[in-house]
């Protein structure tokens, strides 16, 4: 199999992105019948999309995303996706993830990515977020990284909120296995906080991050906030923890609300 350099942006494959996505959207369509809105609150340039995170390592909320990115923005708008550098170097999904545009999460990866004047997306509640359990599906979880408000401010670049709902609801997570990550030292091991306890199709009962489930049928809605700049930049402000706690309980403030919001709507 072949193997890429995941913190080369030039391994990014435009055309395959292209066929990747026709052949996707009619599959999104069918199981999630998604909407994605506030596209045009998008801003020029560099900036970086901040998602809350669902569905395990199937997902479909980041498709969905891009999917309608690509077809209404164009490749220009199609971030690059800042994974956990372990993830993305396991078979098959490093032939598959990394030309359609994942990279290491690294500060160095984006920095290239923003000098480009292109856009990166990060998840930062990562297995937190994309594994809560399921009585929490309507939370957005990121527990303590700030990392990404570190990154936006010492970058200078807009933080775009991207809330997803819908997503959590294809699968059943009983528990996020904190604990069971902890036992196993897996924590330590794969820098993986939980060990969930799943019930999904087809594999049943499951422990630990299942490969990509069979969705149960969930409709997905996204919604692009509006882009959030803040008053100081750089790295004297990326260095000053009272100010990142107050920029990230910014940023999950209002995407926290647009949640609560489409929660009400969807019932």
Not at 24 to 38: D, I, M
Not at 153 to 163: A, F, G, K, S, T
């Amino acid at each position: 199999m072949k193997r890429y350099d995941i913190d080369d942006l030039a391994s990014r494959d435009a055309q395959l992105i292209g066929r990747f996505t026709v052949a996707l959207e009619p599959v999104l369509e069918h199981l999630f019948h998604p909407t994605v809105n506030g596209l045009q609150r998008i801003p020029e340039g560099a900036a970086l999309y901040v998602g809350n995170h669902s569905g395990g390592t199937l997902t479909p909320d980041s498709f969905v995303f891009c999917a309608a990115l690509l077809r209404q923005l164009g490749l220009g708008a199609v971030p690059y996706g800042l994974a956990h550098g372990v993830a993305i170097q396991v078979p098959p999904f490093h032939q598959l993830l990394v030309p359609l545009g994942a990279v290491r999460a690294s500060h160095d990866n984006a920095r290239k990515i923003f000098a480009a004047g292109l856009k990166a997306l990060v998840y930062p509640g990562g297995d937190l977020d994309a594994f809560r359990p399921y009585r929490h599906r309507d939370r957005v979880v990121f527990g303590p990284r700030r990392g990404y408000i570190r990154l936006a401010l010492r970058e200078d670049v807009p933080i775009v909120p991207v809330v997803s709902h819908g997503g959590h609801s294809t699968f059943l997570v009983l528990d996020d296995g904190r604990w069971l990550a902890q036992l196993l030292r897996i924590d330590k091991l794969f820098r993986i906080k939980v060990w969930p306890i799943i019930l999904a199709l087809p594999f049943g009962l499951w422990v630990g991050p299942t490969p990509p489930h069979w969705p149960v049928p969930s409709k997905i809605r996204i919604e692009v906030l509006d882009p959030i700049r803040f008053d100081r930049s750089g790295a004297e402000a990326a260095n000053d923890t009272a100010y990142v706690e107050a920029c990230h309980d910014r940023v999950i403030g209002v995407m926290q609300a647009k949640l609560a919001a489409m929660v009400s709507e969807s019932r």
